[in-house]
T-cell receptor
Framework: DAGVIQSPRHEVTEMGQEVTLRCKPI?????LFWYRQTMMRGLELLIY????????DSGMPEDRFSAKMPNASFSTLKIQPSEPRDSAVYFC???????????????FGPGTRLTVL | SQQGEEDPQALSIQEGENATMNCSYK?????LQWYRQNSGRGLVHLIL?????REKHSGRLRVTLDTSKKSSSLLITASRAADTASYFC?????????FGKGTKLTVNP
């Protein structure tokens, strides 16, 4: 398996533009997570899905952020309009759920480094 | 919040020495996990310890968990330059992980 795939790896955009980040989880994983990492705030959970359904979006900073998971193999995180303070590395991760704690291990993608000018 | 807090924030050692990192958390957990992040990369899972376990080993890694003190430690023995990375603890409840801010470990050759 190729692991969690994210695209693009780097994104530079201007304030006010729409940004779409993409993620393909590991096949068979039924949980998908979006995180944001900055020096100031560390790694923050933005939203997570179980079987394509959003379960907890309490970490989404504001209405400019939205996430979708139209099927088990694809998810997007969209920022519209983008602002300089959105500059960060955005990670997608996936995991198996289930009753056994072993399945809480998360597999991370390489991240998308977003710079908003 | 049940966020894990790692200590120290940064640690610099010589190759061959042991490195110990600590993590404290606030609420009851199902499990606690340690992850490593190399510069510019995603996080990689190292080891998971369940709430009913006290100690776990994996290669040069040793993790302990004290639920009465709500703390865990990660020991890396015989460190190598390749161990240079940031190490994060994460507390797991119901499939959701909350990460600490990490310990930045530098192993000098």
């Amino acid at each position: 398996d190729a692991g969690v795939i994210q695209s693009p790896r780097h994104e530079v955009t201007e304030m006010g533009q729409e940004v779409t980040l993409r993620c393909k989880p590991i096949s068979g994983h039924d949980y998908l997570f979006w995180y944001r990492q900055t020096m100031m705030r560390g790694l923050e959970l933005l939203i997570y899905f179980n079987n394509n359904v959003p379960i907890d979006d309490s970490g989404m900073p504001e209405d400019r952020f939205s996430a979708k998971m139209p099927n088990a193999s694809f998810s997007t995180l969209k920022i519209q309009p983008s602002e300089p303070r959105d500059s960060a590395v955005y990670f997608c991760a996936s995991s198996l759920g289930g009753l056994l704690p072993r399945y809480n291990e998360q597999f991370f993608g390489p991240g998308t480094r977003l710079t908003v000018l | 919040s049940q966020q894990g807090e790692e200590d120290p924030q940064a640690l610099s050692i010589q190759e061959g020495e042991n490195a110990t990192m600590n993590c404290s958390y606030k609420t009851s957990i199902n499990n606690l996990q340690w992850y490593r992040q190399n510069s510019g990369r995603g996080l990689v899972h190292l080891i998971l310890i369940r709430s009913n376990e006290r100690e776990k080993h994996s290669g040069r890694l040793r993790v302990t968990l004290d639920t009465s003190k709500k703390s865990s430690s990660l020991l890396i023995t015989a460190s190598r330059a390749a161990d240079t990375a940031s190490y994060f603890c994460a507390t797991g409840v119901e499939g959701k992980l909350v990460f600490g801010k990490g310990t930045k470990l530098t192993v000098n050759p």
